[in-house]
Structures are given as C-alpha cells and as structure tokens.
C-alpha cells in the first residue's frame, strides 16, 4: 500500500471536481472546488461547495463548504452551511 505525499496547491479543474483516493495522502489547499471527496488521508486547507469525507476518509486542517457530509475523521476548524455526520 504505497501512499503518495505531495505538497500542492490545487485549484478547481474545469469541471471543479477534486477527489483524494483511498491510497492517497495529500498536503496541500484546495480553492473554490465545486465538489470535493476525500476517501484517503488529506492535510491542509479546503474550500469547496460541496465536501464529502467518506468512511475511509482523513481530514486534518481548515474547512469551509456549503454542504459537508462526513462519515470518516476529521480534526481542525469547520465552517459549513449544511452539515451532515453520518455514522
């Protein structure tokens, strides 16, 4: 189970989605993502309409979305208008 570290600065793509797979570990920010899903391990900033931390999911850091749903972990400061935990 190789685990990928990188240190980027993500901007939404055109269709603004972004999504951390399960085998992934990624350090970064994530800016004005329109959808955003984190199954693996995630460190950083994320700002996103739309925000879903799956069961396998890992998030450590800054978070502001619209609607945030989260069945993983998550530490740090959230900001959502719609929140969602699911167990």
Known sequence: DENIKSNLDLSSNDQGT?????????????????DTNISGQYSGLISSDSLCISKSGEL????????????????????????????
Do not use: P, W
């Open 18 to 34: 972004v999504v951390v797979g399960e085998s992934v570990n990624l350090e970064g920010k994530i800016d004005n993502s329109k």
């Open 60 to 87: 450590k850091g800054e978070v502001s979305a619209e609607h945030l749903s989260i069945e993983g972990e998550v530490e740090g400061e959230i900001k959502a208008g719609d929140l969602y935990i699911r167990s």
